[in-house]
């Protein structure tokens, strides 16, 4: 009598067990505040909302820390507004997110393959496997990455095509859809940070065979933490890292800030430890403040828009979102009879986006950028009287230090109503120009 409970006790807690541990089956879903974890307990995978956002999203978090710590999201750039009536499960073959009385679909994994989806697993090292009926892999969540690089997933280069997967960061703090900042890997076996999928602001060197680590990375040397491999064959490349210790907890994010971090969980103080992260200093990161921002290493925040301008959106701007930069607080007007000025920044590193207008002197240079509307600032170069332009945008400003040989001045064209007032700033500088059509 008492093994039968037994059996029977086990047989019931199994099944529930299977149907609400880590897989979602033909007949499990997730809906409302369902989650699922990991076999190991390290991952739960449910709804979840970023910060204040009222969006709802289907992420995957570490189940045993106190900071929820969302390392990846499948609906990233189409959240849901309410999760009571949307629904993750296994569709045609998919696993698929659908939305409201109507089941809208939402996100879905996309494959098209013959052999259908029978389940979805939430492994313990942070990877959903999409399996067909023979156990055969038909997509996993490591092949899709967000912001974050978990141990054991790799970012690979396909030499058959010349792509590599990507790390893409967060938009802002709330909002996890594809924000400008992007690691890959290139076919010099280095991996490189790009600005909006193009402008590449820092590189990890080359993979150095010899020595196993990235050129530019020889900190990688002092490390007894992480067990690191690079893989290259004929059709692919990859770098992968692991744990010495599988107890330490730790991931790779391409962070909002447009840099490389990887983080430590420190049990001690219950908290994200910085391990490593590049570039090093917040103002290489490219046009890290937007349009018409400007970047001090040495202030809080490290964005600030020029002078004459304030930010695009205010709100992104709280959630450390700059991308959008800054806009004139007040509609430049340029026409005949209308004063525009030039607002001499000093010590900045020049943008470079500019135009060579031509040689000549310092004056000439002024005079005609204000007599072109579409001349948005000026600088011109003493030793080579070079004068350079910037028509659309002024992207990338960096606010240096005086004494820094790299430092320049750059003339930023304002309304005169814009202009700081004279008596505080005007008299000092002689530089200021003022002119009429
Ligand atoms: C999916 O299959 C359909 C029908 O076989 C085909 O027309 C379509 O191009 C396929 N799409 C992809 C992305 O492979
Ligand atoms: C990023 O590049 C796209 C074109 O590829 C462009 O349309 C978009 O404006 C760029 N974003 C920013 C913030 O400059
Ligand atoms: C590393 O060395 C091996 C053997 O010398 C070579 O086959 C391989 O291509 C090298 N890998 C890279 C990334 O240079
Ligand atoms: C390269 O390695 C991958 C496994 O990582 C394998 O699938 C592929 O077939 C290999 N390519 C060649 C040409 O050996
Ligand atoms: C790694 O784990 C060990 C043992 O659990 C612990 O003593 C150490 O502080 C951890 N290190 C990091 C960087 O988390
Ligand atoms: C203003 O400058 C732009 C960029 O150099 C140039 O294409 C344009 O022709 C100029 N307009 C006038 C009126 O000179
Ligand atoms: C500039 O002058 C205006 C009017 O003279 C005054 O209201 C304003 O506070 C001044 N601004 C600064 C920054 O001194």
């Not at 999760?83 to 939305?99: F, P, Y």
């Not at 402008?199 to 150095?208: D, F």
Request: hydrophobic share 35%; glycine share 6%; with cysteine.
């Amino acid at each position: 009598m008492v093994s039968f409970f037994i059996v029977l006790f086990s047989f019931f807690f199994l099944s529930i067990h299977v149907s609400t541990t880590d897989t979602i089956s033909a007949d499990s879903t997730l809906s409302g505040d369902q989650t699922i974890f990991s076999s190991g307990g390290t991952f739960k995978m449910g709804f979840f909302q970023p910060g204040n956002s009222k969006n709802f999203y289907i992420g995957m978090w570490y189940q045993q820390l106190p900071v929820q710590t969302v390392v990846w999201v499948a609906n990233r750039d189409k959240p849901v507004s309410d999760k009571n009536t949307a629904v993750l499960k296994i569709s045609n073959g998919n696993l698929v997110l659908l939305e409201g009385n109507n089941q809208t679909p939402v996100w879905s994994t996309g494959l098209n393959s013959s052999s259908a989806a029978l389940d979805a697993v939430l492994q313990d090292d942070g990877n959903l496997v999409l399996r067909d009926d023979s156990g055969s892999v038909l997509w996993q969540s490591f092949d899709h990455l967000g912001d974050t690089w978990l141990p054991g997933a790799k970012i690979r280069y396909d030499k058959r095509t010349k792509k590599s997967q990507r790390l893409t960061s967060w938009t802002s703090l709330e909002d996890p859809s594809p924000g400008l900042f992007s690691l890959e890997l290139d076919e010099s076996t280095a991996y490189k940070i790009l600005w909006n999928g193009s402008t590449q602001y820092w590189s990890s060197g080359p993979w150095n065979n010899k020595s196993k680590l990235f050129d530019s990375v020889p900190e990688m040397r002092l490390n007894y933490i992480f067990k690191y491999s690079f893989f290259s064959n004929a059709t692919e490349s990859y770098f992968t890292y692991s744990m010495y210790d599988p107890r330490n907890i730790s991931r790779l994010v391409m962070d909002v800030s447009g840099q490389v971090k990887q983080l430590s969980w420190l049990n001690n103080n219950d908290q994200w430890n910085l391990f490593w992260s590049q570039p090093r200093q917040q103002c290489q990161v490219y046009a890290y403040c937007g349009s018409f921002g400007i970047c001090n290493e040495k202030s809080q925040p490290f964005c600030q828009c020029l002078h004459g301008f304030r930010p695009d959106s205010q709100k992104d701007w709280d959630l450390m979102d700059y991308s959008a930069g800054c806009v004139g607080k007040t509609e430049l007007q340029c026409s005949r009879g209308v004063i525009n000025q030039f607002m001499p920044l000093t010590n900045v590193k020049l943008p470079d986006n500019f135009e060579v207008w031509g040689i000549t002197s310092f004056s000439i240079c002024g005079s005609t950028c204000l007599g072109n509307c579409s001349c948005m600032a000026y600088a011109h170069d003493e030793s080579s009287n070079r004068c350079l332009m910037w028509t659309n945008d002024v992207l990338n400003l960096h606010q240096l230090e005086k004494d820094n040989s790299e430092g320049n001045t750059l003339y930023l064209r304002l309304s005169a109503s814009d202009m700081p007032n004279s008596s505080s700033s005007g008299k000092s500088n002689k530089a200021m120009i003022l002119a009429r059509f």
